[in-house]
């Protein structure tokens, strides 16, 4: 896998932290880093995704159809 360098500015109790475990399992700070962020971005990504979407329906930027019109297309209507 191709990598890349960032740079991220951490509280050092954290970073203390990643000290430890990696001392103590013989990895690297940087693998520990880059699993923590590799397991939280689907979460992220999906949380901030369904905030879009509220903001992007309070501005009336999002169709929608009412429940009558819903059972009507899934074939529901009385």
């Not at 050092?12 to 880059?34: I, N, P, Q, V």
């Not at 397991?39 to 992007?56: A, F, Q």
């Amino acid at each position: 896998m191709a990598t890349t360098t960032a740079a991220l500015r951490i509280p050092e109790d954290l970073a203390a932290r990643y000290s430890r475990l990696a001392e103590s399992t013989g990895r690297t700070k940087t693998y520990y880093m880059a699993e923590a962020l590799s397991e939280s971005i689907d979460r992220l990504e999906y949380e901030y995704g369904i905030l879009k979407k509220v903001e992007d329906f309070r501005a009336g930027r999002l169709e929608t159809i009412t429940l009558d019109e819903l059972e009507e297309s899934l074939g529901l209507a009385d």
